[in-house]
């Protein structure tokens, strides 16, 4: 695990946008997964910008997005679809035939679920996931109690996460979705590398207990310290609970939250 503290949710963008950068001009042929909310909103207009430095091409990348609410059309405008057209693809040059979503439209969602499962195998397999994560720990949509061999499924969502959504639906709770298409805890661990990014005071908690804490299904994130190949980018109010800890636990970790600019990755 290698755990980036950064000055602030600009310094934590940057730091991703750059590392995420860096794997496609490494593999042009990358296939990416990619995460909803707020969090990688920043990461994402990072890499739009060096797209249009003409730093980076998408060309000939793949991306498979964690997850979808059942129900929404991809035009609604709080589908995941629709945060991906808005936030990324209306603005870099991914061939629209390389982007998979999971459909939550799908008349059969177990089917979707499993031939979403096959495509990734088809593509090769996941490179690098990006993931946000949820105050109550979940990663894509695996709630607590999501197993470490859960894959691509339909679950219900938790009351936390309905309540923390609603503010995408004008606060009104029934117009928020329950349910979801997500990617299993066994499909992201399965990615080669996975980018967990986390902003503000309100995520401090969790990630302390996702990255020291027991590793159980009642924090689905803490499986990620399984994780061969784990980096997490955090500002400083989400790793405000951690920094003495980091010593004390041997972890690799870089404090850039005094500094500015800077940083492992220029
Ligand atoms: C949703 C998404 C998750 C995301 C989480 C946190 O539930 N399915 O992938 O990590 O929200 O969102 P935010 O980044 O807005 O805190």
Do not use: W
């Amino acid at each position: 695990m290698n755990v980036i503290i950064a000055k602030n949710y600009d310094e934590l963008s940057r730091q991703a946008a750059q590392l995420v950068a860096q794997k496609i001009k490494n593999n042009p042929k990358l296939v990416l997964g990619l995460a909803t909310g707020s969090t990688p909103v920043g990461l994402y207009q990072g890499l739009i910008e060096l797209f249009k430095q003409k730093k980076i091409d998408f060309q000939k990348i793949t991306t498979f997005n964690l997850d979808e609410y059942v129900g929404l059309a991809p035009d609604h405008p709080q589908s995941y679809h629709f945060f991906m057209q808005k936030n990324l693809f209306d603005h870099v040059n991914v061939p629209k035939e390389r982007v998979f979503i999971p459909n939550g439209q799908a008349p059969d969602l177990e089917k979707e679920c499993i031939s979403y499962e096959q495509n990734i195998q088809k593509q090769g397999g996941i490179d690098i996931q990006i993931l946000g994560i949820g105050r109550d720990g979940h990663i894509g949509f695996n709630e607590p109690g999501s197993s470490i061999d859960s894959r691509t499924r339909v679950v219900s969502l938790d009351v936390m996460t309905v309540n923390d959504n609603a503010r995408f639906f004008q606060q009104d709770i029934s117009l928020v979705p329950k349910q979801a298409v997500t990617m299993g805890i066994a499909t992201i661990l399965a990615a080669k590398e996975c980018l967990l990014l986390a902003n503000g005071a309100h995520k401090a908690d969790i990630i302390l207990q996702t990255l020291y804490g027991p590793i159980t299904e009642s924090i689905p994130a803490s499986f990620l310290q399984k994780h061969e190949n784990l980096t997490v980018i955090l500002d400083k109010e989400a790793a405000g609970k951690l920094s003495e800890n980091l010593k004390s636990r041997g972890i690799r970790y870089e404090d850039y939250s005094q500094k500015t600019g800077g940083g492992p990755l220029g």
